[in-house]
Each structure stands twice: as C-alpha cells, then as structure tokens.
C-alpha cells in the first residue's frame, strides 16, 4: 500500500545529480496515475545541522533518523557520495537493513552501494554496482559476487541497485517499483530522457491517464 512518503537520506559529499530526475517526478507527481497526489519526500539526516552536497548545494535536513517512524515510508532513497566506506553511515545501513525485512523499498545508487556491501546486504540479493572489481577491493567483507549483474540498475525485491552513472535507469525503476506511474508512461518518460527524440514526448502525454 503506498503511504506517498519517501526518506530521502542527506549528507555531505552527496552526489545530488544522482537523484536529480527521481526527486523532481517523485515531488511534481505530474506524471502519476490517477488518483494518486505526489509523494512527500522528507530529508533525513544523522543529525538536524546542515549537510553540503557534492554540487555546493546547502541542505537542511527535515529530520533525523532517530526521529523517523519507518513504519509509514514507501522508500528509502540512498544517494552516492565520498564518504560511504566510513562509519558515519552505519546507523542509515541499520535503517536500510530494517526497511528490507518490513517490506520496504531500499534504493542506493552508486556509492551507496559500497555502504550496503559493508553492512552485507547484498551478498544474497541480486544487484549491481560501479564496478565488481572496485567494490571487492574497497569492501574486504562483501561476499555477494555471484549475486552482481553488470547492469546500469538491478531490482531484486524491495533492493534497487544502480551504477553511479545510470541515475535515469535507477530513477526509473525506483518509479517502477512505486507503482505510480502505468507502465506506458512509464516506458515513454524513460524514452524521451533516453533517446532526447520529441515524438517521445508526445506518446508520454498521450500516456497520462486523467
């Protein structure tokens, strides 16, 4: 059932581009089906200070993780970023790791990806990363190589998972996954961002069902 509320997690070094197509379709709603209103997406933080992304953006979180109930959440979202191979992510990680077992959706991207083969969560689940070779050398535990798919993003279950450089094919299957878009706009949105053709945007209008 969609509650229509989305955790995104913030902090410094993140990349924001990452998610940039994600953000803006999950808060615009301008594509859902009907009967759906736009997602609310809520800044989550470690803390309630402000966090620095990779683009110099200023963000001030709305929340922070020991304040969120994950009872009510569809999704949460884990950009790339610097800093995913320290410590200072592993409370999100127990977040990501519970949100997994109740059913809820975990997407990371990029170097989110190296946060979750730390905390193991993707050694028995199909995903992919930035690279196989890469993420066995910067996490010495991770034990899910017959699990990795050289692919831009991987859904298995509730766990999405995507390259750094595939942030249209992550969003879209994160939009898969939320069921709020029909599959025809689904397909024509990540047409036209893909193949930058117009008549892609005139079958993406013709798709919406009011």
Same mark, same amino acid.
């Given at each position: 059932m969609?509650?229509?509320?989305v955790?995104l997690?913030?902090?410094?070094?993140?990349?924001?581009w990452?998610?940039?197509?994600?953000?803006?379709?999950?808060?615009s709603?301008?594509y859902?089906?009907?009967?759906f209103? $736009?997602?609310k997406i809520?800044?989550v933080a &470690?803390?309630?200070? =402000? +966090? %620095?992304?990779?683009?110099?953006?200023?963000?001030?979180?709305?929340?922070?993780?020991?304040?969120?109930?994950?009872e009510?959440?569809?999704?949460?979202?884990l $950009?790339?970023?610097?800093?995913?191979?320290? &410590?200072?992510?592993? =409370? +999100? %990680?127990?977040?990501?790791?519970?949100?997994?077992?109740?059913?809820i959706?975990?997407?990371a991207?990029?170097?989110?990806?190296f946060g979750?083969?730390?905390?193991?969560?993707m050694?028995?689940?199909?995903? &992919?990363?930035n690279?196989?070779?890469y993420?066995?050398?910067i996490?010495?535990?991770y034990?899910g190589?017959q699990?990795?798919?050289?692919?831009?993003a991987?859904?298995?279950?509730?766990?999405?998972?995507?390259?750094?450089?595939a942030?249209l094919?992550?969003s879209?299957?994160?939009?898969?996954?939320?069921?709020?878009?029909?599959?025809?706009?689904?397909e024509?949105?990540?047409n036209?961002y893909h193949?930058q053709?117009?008549?892609?945007?005139n079958?993406?209008?013709?798709s919406?069902q009011?």
């Amino acid at each position: 059932m969609n509650q229509n509320v989305v955790y995104l997690y913030v902090f410094d070094t993140m990349a924001d581009w990452e998610i940039g197509y994600l953000t803006a379709e999950l808060n615009s709603g301008r594509y859902y089906r009907k009967g759906f209103t $736009p997602s609310k997406i809520i800044t989550v933080a &470690t803390q309630k200070a =402000p +966090v %620095l992304t990779m683009g110099g953006l200023k963000v001030l979180p709305d929340a922070t993780l020991d304040g969120c109930s994950f009872e009510n959440v569809d999704a949460l979202i884990l $950009p790339g970023g610097n800093t995913w191979t320290e &410590t200072v992510h592993d =409370p +999100v %990680l127990s977040r990501a790791e519970q949100c997994l077992e109740k059913g809820i959706i975990v997407a990371a991207i990029c170097g989110a990806t190296f946060g979750l083969a730390r905390k193991g969560l993707m050694d028995a689940r199909l995903h &992919t990363s930035n690279d196989l070779e890469y993420l066995k050398m910067i996490c010495p535990n991770y034990k899910g190589e017959q699990y990795y798919e050289q692919a831009p993003a991987v859904t298995d279950g509730k766990l999405i998972t995507a390259s750094g450089i595939a942030p249209l094919e992550f969003s879209a299957h994160v939009l898969k996954a939320l069921d709020m878009f029909s599959s025809k706009t689904l397909e024509a949105w990540y047409n036209l961002y893909h193949t930058q053709q117009s008549n892609c945007f005139n079958e993406l209008m013709n798709s919406i069902q009011y």
